[in-house]
């Protein structure tokens, strides 16, 4: 092996704790509805300005593929997808790619973004999305055990032949 290929993965960086929290604030904005957002909006009672930086819009972005996980990707498809920027008064930028054409809920969730990276707001935001956390676990969990209940094991005998 030549001295600049290693056999080992290189290390995994350290995780910023501010990117763990907008990934998973955003993660829940992805899977909740406009009215999840619009709750936890609410629950926070944010009075401050927000600048549009770019205002919602909807596009097409090319979705791709590989036949089997791992082979040659392709062209699947198109999808349509939202996507907003804003800055609040203090200063944060929020941004938001939402599937989709709902520019309402792309707006909110840009919003939750920038105000995640608030130090005033950051908490708030996490307690205001439990219950849509909380909702969406249920549903995972339902969805997981219709699917094991479904779920076949095949297995071979030996015949008496076969030995």
């Known amino acids: 092996m030549a001295p600049s290929q290693s056999a080992s993965p290189p290390?995994?960086?350290?995780?910023d704790p501010m990117v763990?929290?907008?990934?998973?604030?955003?993660?829940?904005?992805?899977?909740?509805?406009?009215?999840?957002?619009?709750?936890?909006m609410d629950a926070l009672a944010y009075e401050g300005a927000v600048?549009?930086?770019?205002r919602p819009e909807t596009g097409l972005v090319m979705v791709r593929g590989r036949m089997g996980g791992d082979g040659n990707p392709f062209n699947f498809g198109e999808a349509t997808v939202t996507r907003a920027a804003v800055r609040l008064?203090?200063?944060?930028?929020?941004?938001?790619y939402q599937l989709g054409r709902d520019v309402k809920k792309a707006r909110l969730a840009a919003i939750l973004d920038?105000?995640?990276?608030?130090?005033?707001y950051s908490r708030e935001v996490e307690r205001a999305m439990d219950p849509l956390r909380i909702r969406l676990a249920g549903?995972?969990?339902?969805?997981?055990?219709r699917t094991a209940a479904t779920r076949v094991n095949f297995f071979t005998m030996v015949r008496g032949e076969d030995q």
Request: glycine share 6%; proline share 6%; net charge negative.
């Open 51 to 54: 600048e549009d930086l770019r």
């Open 139 to 145: 549903e995972r969990s339902t969805c997981e055990r």
């Open 114 to 120: 920038a105000l995640v990276q608030n130090p005033r």
């Open 89 to 96: 008064q203090s200063g944060e930028t929020g941004f938001a």
């Open 11 to 15: 290390p995994e960086l350290p995780r």
């Open 20 to 40: 763990a929290r907008r990934q998973t604030v955003m993660a829940l904005c992805a899977d909740g509805t406009l009215d999840d957002l619009e709750a936890v």
